[in-house]
């Protein structure tokens, strides 16, 4: 079957965000962000302090500075001393920095704001005690273009264990390592993920190498303020979120055994009888996301049309859904009757309504169709090795309460796929999908077996904005 309708669910908000927090709307404003077609004026590095003998400071960009590029952030270098203080002063948030080994050249860590001014003060300290503290003041460019960065998540929203923080680019990115350098992830459980393209430049998704810990709180930021996804192009606000992993809801469902398998909070929770595609319309392999859900949803298939479906909970863009098929309980367990969806009984799916998030993992196994890349949320489609090939660093990301850091790749492969805790057993290899994205041209509408007439439909499918090549 397939869902009849276009509102939104609460699943579906996309949210956008400048540097203040974000507010949870059912459309938040999108992110404006700016490209500069202009070029930085050339300048010097300005330096100044006693004779050679003593500490001598150069602060980059130097005093009077015009039009900076803000990629090249602040550079302040001590020679014949040590850099012991540096303060910077702006109308924006605070600058933060690093100094190197030595103690001798100090670095601001982010991208500067665009249209901003900046006084940078530096204090160095040589042999003897002797000081020397030099200022530069300076100004950056002005953009004169523009480009929106979207979020998926939405503030303080709930998802599942396999939820990606997914942004989209309204321009071409060309610049991939820089972007996936200006990406913090603060977590209050660590662990290990990756920032990874999709088959675009416009799209870049973050996830962890296993399932995310239930109950983790995580906090995201893009310093896209003065940062250049392609020559000229800059952006004009960072984006910050909020959001929180559920509890673990994790199905694996073999459309060969007619059973899936439900775990809650990392137990089983049940061993339903279900229902999947008959064999003109087989449920696809592969380890799929919640997307949304709606009570009732308005599903057309063969001989009936906007049907009033009970529990549906989307995992596919082309309309596959674990929902209530009260109309074919005599055949779950035993027999696929369904045109792509689950079937599942009444109170079973009523429960799994009932706990499931966007984000929450289901895995179909045992199938003769191969999953189709795209078509959903697919990115546990992906082997680990894959997700960093994807990557324009190649670099795993190490999150945690202190921030996030790149650093090579852990040792060893990584599960090929997800599993009921965090990689499908040993003893069931992974189901075959493709990597192939999903054709544009929509499939024959999927349900599961045709149930009878019963009443008005009393509602409209609510879905989340599909990527463009998605099909409803």
């Given at each position: 079957?397939?869902?009849?309708?276009?509102?939104?669910?609460?699943?579906?908000?996309?949210?956008?965000?400048?540097?203040?927090?974000?507010?949870?709307?059912?459309?938040?404003?999108?992110?404006?962000?700016?490209?500069?077609?202009?070029?930085?004026?050339?300048?010097?590095?300005?330096?100044?302090?006693?004779?050679?003998?003593?500490?001598?400071?150069?602060?980059?960009?130097a005093?009077?500075?015009?039009?900076?590029?803000?990629?090249?952030?602040?550079?302040?270098?001590a020679?014949?001393?040590?850099?012991?203080?540096?303060?910077?002063?702006?109308?924006?948030?605070?600058?933060?920095?690093?100094?190197?080994?030595?103690?001798?050249?100090?670095?601001?860590?982010?991208?500067?704001?665009?249209?901003?001014?900046?006084?940078?003060?530096?204090?160095?300290?040589g042999?003897?005690?002797?000081?020397?503290?030099?200022?530069?003041?300076?100004?950056?460019?002005?953009?004169?273009?523009?480009?929106?960065?979207?979020?998926?998540?939405?503030?303080?929203?709930?998802?599942?264990?396999?939820?990606?923080?997914?942004?989209?680019?309204?321009?071409?990115?060309?610049?991939?390592?820089?972007?996936?350098?200006?990406?913090?992830?603060?977590?209050?459980?660590?662990?290990?993920?990756?920032?990874?393209?999709?088959?675009?430049?416009?799209?870049?998704?973050?996830?962890?190498?296993?399932?995310?810990?239930?109950?983790?709180?995580?906090?995201?930021?893009?310093?896209?303020?003065?940062?250049?996804?392609?020559?000229?192009?800059?952006?004009?606000?960072?984006?910050?979120?909020?959001?929180?992993?559920?509890?673990?809801?994790i199905?694996?469902?073999?459309?060969?055994?007619?059973?899936?398998?439900?775990?809650?909070k990392?137990?089983?929770?049940?061993?339903w009888?279900?229902?999947?595609?008959?064999?003109?319309?087989?449920?696809?392999?592969?380890?799929?996301?919640?997307?949304?859900?709606?009570?009732?949803?308005?599903?057309?298939?063969?001989?009936?049309?906007n049907?009033?479906?009970?529990?549906?909970?989307?995992f596919?863009?082309?309309?596959?859904?674990?929902?209530?098929?009260?109309?074919?309980?005599?055949?779950?367990?035993?027999?696929?009757?369904?045109?792509?969806?689950?079937?599942?009984?009444?109170?079973?799916?009523?429960?799994?309504?009932?706990?499931?998030?966007?984000?929450?993992?289901?895995?179909?196994?045992?199938?003769?169709?191969?999953?189709?890349?795209?078509?959903?949320?697919?990115?546990?489609?992906?082997?680990?090795?894959?997700?960093?090939?994807?990557?324009?660093?190649?670099?795993a990301?190490?999150?945690?309460?202190?921030?996030?850091?790149?650093?090579?790749?852990?040792?060893?492969?990584?599960?090929?796929?997800?599993?009921?805790?965090?990689?499908?057993?040993?003893?069931?290899?992974?189901p075959?999908?493709?990597?192939?994205?999903?054709?544009?041209?929509?499939?024959?509408?999927?349900?599961?077996?045709?149930?009878?007439?019963?009443?008005?439909?009393?509602?409209?499918?609510?879905?989340?904005?599909?990527?463009?090549?998605?099909?409803?």
């Amino acid at each position: 079957m397939r869902d009849s309708g276009e509102s939104r669910s609460r699943w579906g908000t996309v949210a956008t965000g400048r540097r203040a927090r974000l507010s949870l709307t059912a459309m938040a404003v999108v992110l404006s962000l700016s490209a500069a077609g202009c070029s930085a004026t050339a300048v010097a590095a300005h330096g100044a302090g006693p004779a050679a003998s003593g500490p001598r400071l150069f602060i980059s960009p130097a005093d009077g500075s015009a039009n900076v590029s803000p990629g090249s952030g602040i550079t302040v270098t001590a020679s014949h001393g040590r850099v012991r203080r540096v303060t910077v002063t702006t109308s924006g948030s605070a600058v933060p920095g690093t100094l190197g080994a030595g103690g001798t050249v100090w670095h601001s860590t982010w991208p500067l704001h665009t249209s901003a001014h900046y006084t940078v003060t530096a204090t160095a300290s040589g042999p003897g005690g002797k000081t020397v503290t030099q200022t530069s003041s300076f100004a950056t460019l002005t953009p004169s273009r523009t480009y929106t960065v979207m979020i998926t998540e939405g503030y303080q929203q709930t998802y599942g264990v396999g939820m990606p923080i997914k942004l989209k680019f309204s321009q071409p990115v060309t610049r991939r390592a820089a972007v996936e350098r200006a990406m913090q992830i603060t977590t209050s459980k660590p662990l290990v993920g990756a920032w990874y393209w999709l088959d675009g430049n416009r799209e870049l998704n973050f996830r962890p190498r296993n399932y995310w810990p239930q109950h983790t709180r995580v906090s995201f930021a893009g310093h896209f303020d003065g940062l250049a996804i392609a020559p000229g192009v800059y952006g004009t606000a960072d984006l910050t979120q909020q959001f929180t992993i559920g509890n673990s809801l994790i199905v694996v469902a073999s459309t060969a055994g007619h059973y899936m398998k439900v775990w809650y909070k990392g137990k089983l929770l049940g061993h339903w009888p279900i229902s999947t595609g008959k064999a003109a319309y087989p449920t696809a392999n592969g380890t799929y996301l919640t997307i949304d859900k709606h009570n009732p949803t308005l599903m057309t298939g063969p001989g009936y049309k906007n049907f009033p479906v009970p529990y549906a909970v989307r995992f596919t863009w082309s309309g596959n859904y674990i929902h209530d098929a009260y109309w074919s309980v005599a055949q779950q367990g035993s027999t696929n009757v369904s045109f792509g969806c689950v079937n599942v009984a009444p109170a079973d799916s009523r429960l799994y309504y009932d706990l499931a998030n966007p984000g929450d993992p289901v895995t179909i196994i045992g199938s003769p169709a191969v999953g189709q890349w795209r078509d959903g949320w697919t990115d546990w489609f992906l082997a680990w090795n894959q997700v960093l090939l994807r990557s324009a660093t190649h670099m795993a990301v190490e999150a945690g309460p202190g921030g996030s850091t790149r650093g090579s790749p852990p040792a060893g492969p990584g599960p090929a796929r997800p599993s009921p805790l965090v990689a499908l057993p040993v003893s069931s290899p992974p189901p075959p999908v493709s990597l192939e994205p999903a054709a544009d041209t929509p499939p024959p509408p999927r349900a599961g077996a045709s149930p009878p007439p019963r009443g008005p439909p009393s509602a409209t499918a609510s879905r989340s904005s599909p990527p463009p090549a998605a099909r409803s």
